[in-house]
């Protein structure tokens, strides 16, 4: 038995290891840039949010995800800045008859910046990632824009090796390597990605490491770089004046591991609730919901119910999301992606 269990620990342990260049959370929607850099600055105000992950809850060692990021954008307080962020009036076209000189190009650009970081437990193996991020947002049509976004991260993996027991710890090389170096590696990524997005739609594609340069390594296997690709998109449909169903999804694909791939909707009301369900392909069942407080705050749960015989062993997972909406000038909700 006790064999039994060391052997489940370090397949469990490998799996998780080759799987965590890219970050899985069910509130994906949320922490937008850190999936996507093109997202960086796409609301209207600066955005600071917190969120807590605590994956396969039951499990000793199990994940837990930790996010912080600050987004906002920049862009001049044209009369054209002042239409888009304006409150909804009875004459939508009012706003339009007001005089004014025809808006240039580069007045109607904004540009995103921001700064996120992800920090990562996984039994013995922790990562932290801290991504500075930059997106222009480039009108493409009256109502739609093009978003092209960057960023570059710092990226810190390491094994806690006071965490791993081995039977015979002499006689392992793949153990005796990470002794020796001590399990540690600095890369620098460069993360691309695209976004275009109109008030009713989106479609997003990113790359995570495209580029890898190596500060330190112990120049292990699990340290070579593999690029990952991610796909989100999503609809908003008017269902009556105050209800809104948003569905979305996102594809998720790396060379190391399964691709990944969730489906789901969301019904947002008043602009200030939402609830909704997904699925995802790792036999996963997600309910989540949410709220907006006086036009400052914001508060998401999910839980994660596993459909299968895990979740005999397993109480699901537990996501929470808190933001801070600052310097919001509209009463619409943010975009629930």
Not at 43 to 63: E, H, V
Request: charged residues 15%; aromatic residues 14%.
């Amino acid at each position: 038995m006790k064999k039994c269990l060391i052997f489940i620990s370090l397949v469990f342990s490998s799996t998780l290891l080759f799987a965590q260049d890219n970050f899985y959370f069910s509130q994906y929607f949320q922490v937008g840039p850190v999936l996507n850099p093109a997202m960086t600055g796409v609301d209207n105000f600066l955005d600071i949010k917190l969120n807590y992950r605590n994956q396969w809850s039951g499990f000793s060692g199990a994940p837990s995800s930790n996010y912080f990021g600050i987004n906002g954008y920049l862009q001049k307080e044209t009369q054209e800045a002042y239409k888009q962020y304006s409150l909804r009036t009875s004459d939508p076209q009012y706003l339009d008859k007001l005089p004014g000189k025809e808006i240039s190009l580069g007045e109607r650009i904004r540009h995103g910046i921001g700064g996120v970081v992800v920090y990562d437990i996984q039994g013995p193996y922790e990562q932290i990632n801290g991504n500075i991020n930059y997106a222009m947002h480039l009108p493409v049509g009256k109502k739609v824009k093009l978003s092209i976004g960057i960023a570059a991260s710092i990226v810190n993996q390491r094994i806690n090796l006071e965490k791993i027991t081995l039977k015979d710890p002499d006689n392992d090389q793949f153990y005796q390597s990470l002794l020796a170096n001590g399990g540690k590696n600095t890369y620098i990524d460069i993360n691309p990605g695209m976004l275009f997005y109109g008030d009713h739609f989106y479609l997003s594609y990113s790359i995570q490491s495209a580029l890898r340069f190596a500060i330190s390594t112990d120049d292990l296997d699990y340290g070579k770089n593999e690029t990952g690709q991610i796909i989100m998109a999503g609809l908003s449909i008017n269902l009556s004046s105050t209800v809104r169903l948003l569905p979305s999804g996102l594809y998720n694909f790396n060379q190391r591991y399964d691709n990944v791939w969730e489906g789901g909707a969301k019904l947002l009301i008043s602009e200030k609730i939402w609830a909704g369900m997904s699925y995802r392909s790792t036999s996963t069942m997600i309910f989540m919901a949410g709220i907006y407080i006086n036009n400052l705050f914001n508060l998401g749960y999910s839980y994660d119910y596993q459909v299968s015989e895990l979740n005999n062993y397993s109480n699901g997972s537990h996501e929470i999301t808190l933001g801070l909406m600052l310097f919001k000038k509209d009463l619409k909700a943010p975009f629930l992606w």
